[in-house]
């Protein structure tokens, strides 16, 4: 949204203001530029520039999570990396909510067993000193000795100490450890 004062008397000022809803910018670099139109004999037309970058309060990686069973642990078992300027950041804990239906539950039947959240025991090691940009990292292992018989579809779901990352989800699956 751009607000602007129509007339300018010769040899006054004016202002400009350009706001920018980063709501609807994930994170990273970004430029919005305006083009601004006026009277002036020597420049009737110039660009006005914004610049900036976006942080996200908690970045996870991977974006995609596919837990497999590792059959030398006898359990599944995955490292998250999670970075953030939180110096003091706690995972409180991280579960899966499968948003998918097994394929051996008969149509119409009440699964709300299988929309239970599966908990993780989970493990946090942190960085000694923060990366160059400040941020932390955290090495977040994550573990579950269950057996699943059919692969499961949803969402991780990180719940933290972070004031604006109470909650980040990350898609994923639990694939089945079970051959039928």
């Known amino acids: 949204m751009v607000g602007f004062d129509t007339t300018i008397l010769p040899g006054r000022e004016g202002s400009i203001t350009e706001q920018i809803d980063i709501a609807k910018i994930h994170g990273g670099e970004f430029t919005k530029c ?18 900036g970058v976006v942080k996200e309060p908690l970045h996870v990686n991977p974006q995609y999570i596919a837990l497999k069973k ?22 409180k804990n991280v579960s899966f909510v499968t948003n998918s239906q097994p394929a051996s539950s008969p149509a119409g039947q009440n699964t709300w067993q299988n929309k239970l959240p ?3 025991t989970v493990s946090v090691k942190k960085a000694a000193k923060p990366k160059d940009d400040g941020e932390w990292d955290y090495v977040v292992t994550i573990s579950i000795a269950s057996d699943f018989a059919e692969n499961q ?10 004031p604006d990352a109470l909650e980040t989800k990350i898609p994923g699956m639990i694939e089945a450890s079970l051959k039928k």
């Open 34 to 51: 305006a083009t601004v139109t006026c009277n002036a004999k020597n420049k009737p037309d110039f660009r006005l520039c914004l610049k």
């Open 153 to 162: 579809s949803g969402d991780f779901v990180i719940s933290t100490n972070h």
């Open 70 to 91: 590792d059959m030398n642990k006898k359990q599944y078992s995955l490292d998250l990396l999670l970075s953030s300027e939180k110096a003091d950041l706690v995972v």
């Open 118 to 120: 599966v908990y993780f």
